[in-house]
């Protein structure tokens, strides 16, 4: 019930699917939760299951590809709450194409939202995540980091990009008590799953050693982990929750 006491998290793109997910599980242990998602009235459903449940929570609107639009959401959480002791770098899309196909737009759009937001959330959050101490931020990456998977080279061009800036950002902030870790999600039952055929996720399933696809609470139960003092000894690493597949020949 307390794991994350006294811990006040900001989590992006957290309206719906996995961000959604960790801001619940983050307020059931005791968290005050800022939800940041650019869609005020998907959040809606996830402000209020939180506050039936009891729960400290609030809404800000975000833009994460903005950094002014970073500044304001971290200024509204220390407003509201007095500090920030957790950045959850969540959002991301997932488009796809193939790399004869792939549009310069496109390409730099994905790069935006996916891997631009990581940078403007640590760089916004740096000042009160030192001064509150015992800080963590949890960045959310992807299976397509470590494995090849066509169709998906804007997404893992950005997904690469988190683990290798997680670590540059753990050994810069090692000495101010900030952790800072990447969480590597396989396939998750999200709203992104509803993009894909039957036969795109039968064949999912059969690449996944433990047989099906992970639930968001899957990710969420990693990231309240990672980001409450149980792990204070760890930083500058990834925690791949994928049933397996990254494993497997
Ligand atoms: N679902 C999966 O199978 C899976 C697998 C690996 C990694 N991931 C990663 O997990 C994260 C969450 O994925 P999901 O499946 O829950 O996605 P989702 O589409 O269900 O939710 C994404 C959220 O981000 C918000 N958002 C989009 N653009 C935004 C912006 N510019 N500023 C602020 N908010 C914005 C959306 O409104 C939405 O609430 C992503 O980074 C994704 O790449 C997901």
Do not use: H
Request: glycine share 12%.
């Amino acid at each position: 019930m307390d794991r994350m006491k006294g811990k006040i998290a900001l989590i992006s793109g957290s309206a719906t699917g996995l961000g959604a997910a960790q801001a619940i599980r983050f307020a059931q242990e005791g968290a005050q939760v800022m939800i940041a998602d650019i869609d005020a009235d998907l959040a809606k459903e996830t402000v209020s299951e939180i506050e039936n449940a009891g729960g400290s929570v609030a809404f800000v609107r975000l833009d994460a590809t903005d950094a002014a639009s970073w500044q304001a959401a971290v200024a509204a959480t220390v407003d509201r709450f007095g500090g920030l002791t957790t950045l959850c770098n969540n959002v991301g899309v997932t488009p796809l194409s193939s790399i004869e196909a792939q549009s310069i737009d496109g390409w730099n759009k994905v790069i935006a939202i996916n891997q631009t937001s990581v940078f403007l959330g640590m760089q916004a959050a740096r000042g009160p995540l030192i001064a509150a101490g015992n800080s963590a931020v949890v960045n959310i990456g992807s299976l397509t980091a470590l494995r090849g998977m066509p169709g998906t080279l804007g997404y893992t061009a950005t997904k690469g990009a988190i683990s290798a800036m997680t670590r540059v950002a753990a050994m810069e902030w090692v000495g101010d008590g900030v952790r800072v870790n990447t969480i590597i999600p396989g396939p998750m039952r999200t709203r992104t799953q509803a993009g894909i055929t039957e036969e795109q996720e039968r064949l999912q399933r059969a690449r996944i050693p433990m047989g099906d696809l992970g639930l968001p609470v899957d990710i969420a139960n990693g990231a309240l982990f990672l980001a409450s003092d149980e792990a204070r000894y760890i930083t500058g690493t990834e925690l791949v929750i994928d049933g397996g597949w990254a494993a497997s020949a």
